[in-house]
């Protein structure tokens, strides 16, 4: 019976899955034990100079309005995330929430070339004044 085949692979491929994880990260296993995140910076990740510029992170599994969406290599025997979703912004007329998930700074030196990704991981925002509190701090009629 075709039906029992398919049902007997599901239930082979998840026994497969938990003894592969139980083996990488142990009987405890949480979402993103095996999942990294790569942020290569295009060169110097290719050159002795990688330790300076190149970030890997754990995944995270999102923020409170959004999935972590993320690619996969397959091919690669690999679970590290490659290409995502690292901007996320919520807003309204009103407000505005964003992060980025490495930092608003593309020069390795600057304190903000990775420092926002803690709260991404928390799935925190920053938050950005709307028109309204403007205009009310600036005593304007919209």
Not at 17 to 30: E, K, M, P, R, S
């Amino acid at each position: 019976n075709q039906e029992l085949v398919c049902a007997y692979q599901c239930i082979s491929a998840l026994i497969d899955a938990h003894n592969y994880l139980v083996a990488q990260c142990g009987q405890d296993y949480t979402w993103g034990c095996i999942h990294d995140v790569d942020f290569p910076h295009s060169p110097f990740s290719e050159t002795p100079l990688k330790f300076i510029f190149h970030r890997t992170r754990k995944a995270g599994n999102g923020g409170r309005r959004t999935p972590n969406m993320e690619k996969y290599n397959i091919d690669s025997y690999s679970f590290n995330g490659q290409q995502g979703a690292n901007y996320r912004m919520v807003s309204n007329i009103d407000e505005m929430e964003y992060i980025i998930e490495t930092g608003e700074s593309e020069n390795v030196l600057s304190k903000h070339y990775d420092d926002m990704w803690v709260k991404h991981q928390n799935g925190e925002y920053l938050r950005l004044k709307g028109f309204g509190e403007i205009a009310e701090e600036k005593k304007v009629e919209l």
